[in-house]
């Protein structure tokens, strides 16, 4: 099965800096890459994803990259807000059932005032 | 936008009684659910693909007969967990995905805090 390893468990930025979270999966199948955003006892929410056929993907302070070659893809987060503290989990289906998803460990994101 | 109503959003119960989580899909239909368990400060592990009309597949590790999931329609899914022990205590969430959606985007539902006591 699909096996997603996330880094780093925890990150701590100032307020206006950029915030970067990693995560590398196992199943070349693989070809859609989610991030979920989770505060503290609600439900995950997707922040953006992208899909195997793109590099890249922005949506104003968040992108992702993908490198299909290396097996790996990125959140980049700039100019961080207080509010963007949070759990950041990144996601990857592997080669099995359509909408099963293998989630990365987790980032706490604390962004600091 | 997809909508995924979860309920009860905590549950305390006695050990050795069953409880029940119903998943409901508000506006659209999903043949597919999915049912995790989130411990505190933790990943969220998938315990079973709930499937319209047909047994649920269970991950390795995860006990059917404790975990019973039933899917009897295409907007609902429910998970009971019979004979609950302390252990048992977790945040269990569902997530569906939209039969008419194009990709593979899940929609989560908010979870149920069970404690067990």
């Known amino acids: 099965g699909e096996n997603v390893e996330q880094h780093p468990s925890t990150l701590s930025v100032q307020e206006g800096d950029s915030a970067v979270i990693k995560c590398t999966y196992s199943?070349?199948?693989?070809?859609?890459f989610p991030w979920y955003k989770q505060e503290l006892g609600k439900r995950p929410q997707l922040i953006i994803d992208?899909?195997?056929?793109?590099g890249e993907k922005k949506d104003q302070r968040i992108a992702v990259t993908l490198n299909k070659t290396a097996k790996h893809f990125s959140l980049h987060i700039t100019e961080t807000q207080p509010e963007d503290s949070a759990v950041y989990f990144c996601?990857?289906?592997?080669?099995?059932?359509?909408?099963?998803?293998?989630f990365g460990q987790g980032t706490i994101l604390t962004v600091h005032p | 936008g997809a909508v995924v109503s979860q309920h009860p959003s905590w549950v305390i119960c006695k050990s050795g009684t069953s409880v029940k989580i119903e998943c409901r899909s508000l506006?659209?239909?999903?043949?597919?659910m999915f049912w995790y368990r989130q411990f505190p400060k933790q990943s969220l592990m998938l315990m079973a693909t709930?499937?319209?009309?047909?047994?649920?597949?269970?991950e390795q590790g995860v006990e059917k007969d404790k975990f019973l999931i039933n899917h009897a329609s295409l907007t609902l899914s429910t998970l009971t967990v019979t004979s609950a022990h302390p252990e048992d205590s977790s945040f269990y969430i569902c997530?569906?995905?939209?039969?008419?959606?194009?990709?593979?985007?899940?929609?989560f539902g908010s979870g149920t805090q069970l404690s067990v006591l």
């Open positions: 997530s569906a995905r939209d039969n008419l959606g194009s990709n593979e985007k899940l929609f």
């Open positions: 996601a990857a289906p592997g080669g099995t059932s359509y909408g099963k998803l293998t």
């Open positions: 992208i899909r195997s056929n793109v």
């Open positions: 506006d659209f239909q999903a043949t597919t």
């Open positions: 199943d070349s199948a693989s070809n859609y």
């Open positions: 709930s499937n319209e009309g047909s047994k649920a597949t269970y």
